[in-house]
């Protein structure tokens, strides 16, 4: 399992509402029971990272600040060698890339406009939470791919990416002003729902026989709410 | 001096207007005779990389095709790199990046907007124009700093990035609609002028005892000139 250290500790002091998403059920989950179709695993996780820089570079370019600038820029270089990476991986796979990730690109793009906000705050959760939940999933799922290849792609998902300056900057700004704390709380909820949809049809995908079917595997989805909330919450902003 | 070769060659069949740019001085410049301050000449030049970055990064989340958008996401991954190995140069000298970029960022920030067109074609011709002429100016004059320093920055800027895949882009399209290539060739045509002002302020931010004066310098411009009328003698645009 993948937890996200929360650098700064939490806050428990301050007072919060009772989360609307309520992780209820912390079971565990053998992830190695879901045996993701390596193909369209990859292709879809290659479109995503794809959609990840293409958010990161627009936040630098809308950066207010040039330290703001000089941590997204890097950030969006991890985002875009996770890219390269995984293309490559479809590359050894004897497949075309772009023959693999078209299929994704209608529901990829629709979400990527539905989670990049109204301003650049918004647009930087947006990025925490949708980066955090479908990279965190990505890597678990990975664990059912064939043995060589699963590590290979964890190791290339888990690589330390956007959260540490997005938290930075996200954290700054909340504590400067709690009318975006409570703007961007709603907005980080709004999320949630439409991130699980992508990660759920990423199990369609790939249902092949002997596979587990995207019904039976709702814990999965449980942990991955568990992540938002610890996310979420790392913030001071009530999931 | 830095020759772009000419991958698919010259198309000496093509009718062609006189060039409005005429490099008809082709003196040969002692680039080592120019003397750039490090600092400065360092912080402008990474500002400009990150511009490159974000327009690149632009082109990618516009661009209307998977094979196009892998093409300029590694382009834009080269631009980025450039970026962050100047600003670690810079970080070498003992000097904060954002302290040393930041005097450059209204002039750049200007210029972007200037260069980035009115659609992906313009956008696409404006990097290739800009960077162009940018990236072989600063390296050129990276021949005057101390001697290590200009070694390394030499490397950095050289490094092939966006020019392969820019040409092949544009001359596709180009084939296929010649309204659009009497469209770029007169949108090319207008950067040189704003493109030299950037180069030109890179001498004035330097000036320092003993280094050549901005007016002292024309034959730099005739060739940055003449590499920008073969760019886009390569494209069967007329410059």
């Known amino acids: 399992m993948v937890f996200r250290t929360n650098r700064r500790g939490l806050r428990p002091e301050a007072p919060r509402l009772r989360p609307r998403v309520t992780p209820t ?9 879901l045996v993701p179709e390596p193909v ?3 292709g879809q996780a290659a479109y995503i990272q794809l959609e ?4 990161l570079a627009r936040a630098v370019a809308t950066a207010p600040t040039l330290p703001a600038k000089e941590g997204l820029s890097a950030a969006a270089g991890v985002a875009l060698r996770k890219h390269h990476a995984l293309i490559a991986e479809i590359r050894r796979l004897g497949v075309e ?6 299929p994704f690109a209608p529901a990829t793009d ?15 959760l947006g990025i925490h939470v949708t980066a955090g939940m479908l990279d965190g999933y990505f890597s678990r ?13 964890r190791a290339i998902l888990d690589e330390e990416g956007a959260s540490v300056v997005l938290e930075s900057e996200l954290r700054d700004a909340i504590a400067a002003d709690s009318q975006l704390a409570d703007r961007l709380a709603l907005w980080g909820r709004s999320l949630v729902g439409d991130t699980l949809l992508i990660a759920r049809s990423a199990l369609r995908a790939s249902e092949a026989p002997g596979s587990a079917r ?8 449980t942990e991955l709410i568990a992540d938002h909330t610890r996310r979420m ?3 001071g902003l009530t999931a």
């Open 25 to 33: 059920e912390l079971a565990k989950v053998d992830f190695t029971e």
């Open 52 to 55: 990840f820089f293409e958010n």
């Open 141 to 153: 799922l990975a664990a059912g791919l064939p043995a060589e290849l699963g590590a290979r792609v």
């Open 233 to 235: 919450d790392a913030l």
């Open 97 to 102: 890339p772009d023959d693999v990730m078209a």
């Open 110 to 124: 629709r979400f990527q406009q539905i989670s990049s906000g109204a301003d650049w705050y918004e647009l930087l």
């Open 40 to 42: 369209p695993f990859l």
């Open 214 to 221: 995207a019904d039976q595997v709702e814990p999965v989805f």
